[in-house]
């Protein structure tokens, strides 16, 4: 097969396009302001324009060829300093990653007839994983639309504290449980153990300052307008972050690994701010642009978080406020069933006196807040269905529940929450279906999006979505749990 190969680099997001020079034979530099990169081949490159290098080379059955970059500072691009890799170095390489990786996914213990998309889940969750710091990023990309055309475009190359701590959960229930701790340590340390320093996203490497600006010269996708770098999510208050941080810490107990002090210091400070910070209103797990409500996923996640306090505190026999925490954990319950009841129906709510529903209420059971076979947990699935159910797949919530323009795809993490709630409620026939059509969304690769235009058959969102993957490994150890694995 004959194959033509164009190398165009573009620095800063495609404003800066380099000078490329030649280094030695089929070796180049390119050199942009703060970045650089050493381009090499096993088959001729050539000077194609001022910016870009051009080639061709002919591959047939069993045959390798090789392009490589290496990013370095451009002060370093000198011919001392320059190792330029052979092609032995690149096989050998190639041959390690992929002994690594097949080994890492050979540990998956999963069972049945959806073990190969769990496991290709989970080498996606952690190929998000940022092995120095523990982070896990919510997607390699940034703006891709959930509205072709559209406002929705958000920058997702960051790591938010909920959506990692769902990730490491599934990667446990595989098996992989060095992970957790990974996360659990990185969490603690770029907070600075304060509960006052808590972000609820941070960057991979666990940067603090992530402004959101727009870059006006990219076109963006589809011509999908504005291209976002950065997340103003960073500023706003999801209070559910405080259950998330505890329930990694009681599920690292559970393990039976006691906290040391400087660990419990935090844990107690989270607690803290929980039992005083619960009843305000916030953003909620969709990060909502509009007005602060009282969402009644985020005060279970505060239940939470105060009731895994409790029984650490007490099992463990530290100090601490726990009669503080009890008090609370009752005025949240209280609360919740009071104003984020609605009684008429029987089923619980998207916020305080705001009688909408929400996908988000499936997740309701993890939080322990509630059993999945409670009757009111039952009608809150079959109401979640009948309002925000289409072509066999979830929305998150009803159309203007956001403020935002445009009307978005079915979200298929919450497709995938509906199976798991579904099974355990023993519904195992219903369940197998909607995951199959779930299943359809994906590509040839198993690569899932974050939502899903079932009309269009068409992607949505950014690409692969950490949160829908790890949805999916949820579903199908909810399967195996309840079918003995079969």
Known sequence: MEISVEVMPRFEYGAVKPWIRSYRKDHFIALGGSHGLLISGDFPLHMNHRHDLAGSCTISKGKRLRLSFLCRKPEDLDEEAVDVPDIHELDR????????WKNWSSRSQVKGPYAGVVRRSAVVLKGLTNAPTGAIAAAPTTSLPEVRGGVRNWDYRFSWIRDSAFTVRSLAALGHIGEA???????????????EEIQVVFGVGGERLLQEFEIAALEGYGGSKPVRVGNAAVKQIQLDVYGEILDLAWTWYCRGH???QDYWDFLVDVLNATAEKWHRPDQGI???????????????????????GVKMTEELGREAPVDQWKKAREEIRRAIEERGYDRDRGVFIQAFDFPRMDSALLLLPITGFIDYRDERMIRTTDAIREELEEHGF???????????????????????????????????KEAHQIFQKALSAGNDLLLFSEQYDPLKGEMLGNFPQGLTH???????VAFNEMEGGK
């Open 93 to 100: 390489r190639m041959e390690e990653t992929l002994a690594w």
């Open 181 to 195: 701790d990974g996360f659990r340590r990185f969490v603690e340390r770029t907070a600075a153990g304060s509960a």
């Open 258 to 260: 006691e906290p040391e």
């Open 286 to 308: 969709w990060e909502i642009r509009g007005k602060p409500r009282q969402f009644v996923q985020s005060k279970a996640m505060c239940w939470s978080a105060l009731d895994r």
């Open 394 to 428: 979830l929305r998150r919530y009803g159309d203007g529940d956001d403020g935002l323009e445009g009307r978005e795809g079915a979200f298929l993490a919450c497709t995938f929450w509906l199976v798991e709630c579904l099974v355990r409620q023993g519904k195992t």
């Open 470 to 476: 790890l949805s999916l490994i949820s579903a199908v």
